[in-house]
């Protein structure tokens, strides 16, 4: 149902406060997201593998701090019901009820723990395809690649992130997102553009890692964000999967400002759509309560699009995609097919998508 093993975007950094924890819902996982004292974060299944109760209702045990007459050597979260504790790998680390003489391995006992990364201000986490609740978990499977890294923008953190729920499969969230023909239409606000500014338009594509690029172009003339910018511009757009979308902008030789969307399922029906900005301009600082709700109704209006789509889609009516417009919508289905493929089959991810011209009209 959604690509496994790889890296979902789960929240901006800044969510999860230290010593603090945030619970979310992940491809139908319920998943808790917590910072050690040093600032690091780690993950487990949010569900307590005694009786169930939601671990992130308890609280978490900062390293260092006296237990039993011991420093703990890491956090650890604690259980609200009995007090079971677990570490950062997701180990049982003690059980207060146990007297003397009950001895028990309680490392044995695991909750799924979940790799987790930290990158300029985002956080993400490692969705694998292993079994998160059989009696005895192993440690599971290493990352075998890195979440995306946004280009020519250091280590700094998002000056702007605006996020929104999708009511939809994210199958259509992410076709939606690289969809070049709605945009007239969809985002046809005195902000963007108008139907009457369509014209016909060529751009070159090719593979890149895990997705495809829109080899960089100056950008369409009837965007108004772009004029904001001035300058003389260059984009490039990439898409990778799971689904995550970066348009890099360089304007000039003043700077760069680089849009991540990355689509996170929360469940079947429920997408979770956060677009961040990043840019090296000081000035567009400035520009950020202008800026802030421009996003807003941007995002929106997908948003509200996606939802009334839903309301066709409950007929599970046969769909069409043509060409030119919807051939990335044809690749982000092969990717993933490809993608599934060789999870199956162990073998090396092949990407399916080659260099190509699309034309279409926007
Ligand atoms: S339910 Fe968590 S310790 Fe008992
Ligand atoms: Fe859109």
């Known amino acids: 149902m959604f690509i496994r093993n790889t890296w979902y975007y789960a929240a901006p950094a800044r969510e999860l406060k230290a010593g603090g ?22 993950a487990m299944r949010d569900l ?26 890491t956090a650890q979260i604690e259980c609200p019901y009995h007090g079971w504790r677990f570490g950062p790998d997701g180990r049982c680390a003690a059980i207060p009820s146990l007297v003397e003489g009950q001895e028990m391995d309680v490392g044995k006992i695991r909750v799924r723990r979940y790799p987790v990364r930290e990158i300029q201000g985002a956080l993400w986490v490692w969705m694998s395809d292993e079994p998160v609740d059989r009696p005895v978990l192993d440690d599971g499977a290493e990352p075998d690649h890195e979440p ?43 902000f963007w553009r108008s139907a009457k500014s369509m014209h016909a338009k060529q751009k070159e594509f090719g593979p890149s890692e895990m997705g495809f690029t829109m080899l960089p172009h100056p950008p369409s003339k009837n965007s108004k964000f772009y004029k904001i910018l001035g300058g003389d511009l260059t984009t490039a757009i990439a898409f990778r999967l799971p689904g ?17 969307t990355a689509v996170t399922p929360i469940d079947e029906n429920t997408t979770e759509v956060t677009q961040s900005f990043y840019w090296t301009l000081p000035w567009l600082g400035m520009l950020k309560p202008m800026l802030k709700p421009f996003a ?26 043509i060409n030119d417009a919807d051939m990335q919508a044809k690749w ?18 092949e990407n399916p998508v080659k260099p190509a011209t699309l034309r279409w009209r926007s």
């Open 21 to 42: 924890m945030l619970s979310k819902v992940l491809l139908g996982e319920p998943v808790v997201f917590a910072r050690d004292a040093d600032g690091t974060p780690f």
């Open 48 to 73: 307590c593998p005694h009786r169930g109760v939601p671990l992130s209702f308890g609280r978490v045990c900062p390293k260092g701090e006296v237990m039993d007459g011991a420093a703990l050597p």
């Open 148 to 190: 995306p890294v946004m280009p020519e923008v250091g280590d700094r953190a998002p000056a702007l992130i605006e996020r929104q729920i999708f009511d939809c499969h994210t199958d259509h969230a992410v076709i939606g997102l690289m969809d070049p023909a709605h945009g007239p239409y969809v985002h046809k606000s005195v």
């Open 244 to 260: 995550i979308r970066t348009e890099h902008i360089t304007v000039g030789d003043k700077g760069h400002v680089v849009g991540l």
């Open 296 to 321: 807003r109704r941007f995002l929106g209006q997908d948003r509200d699009m996606v939802n009334l789509q839903k309301e066709g889609l409950k007929h599970d009516p046969r769909l069409m995609l």
């Open 332 to 349: 982000y289905f092969r990717l993933k097919k490809a993608w599934e493929d060789s999870g199956q089959s162990r073998a090396a991810f």
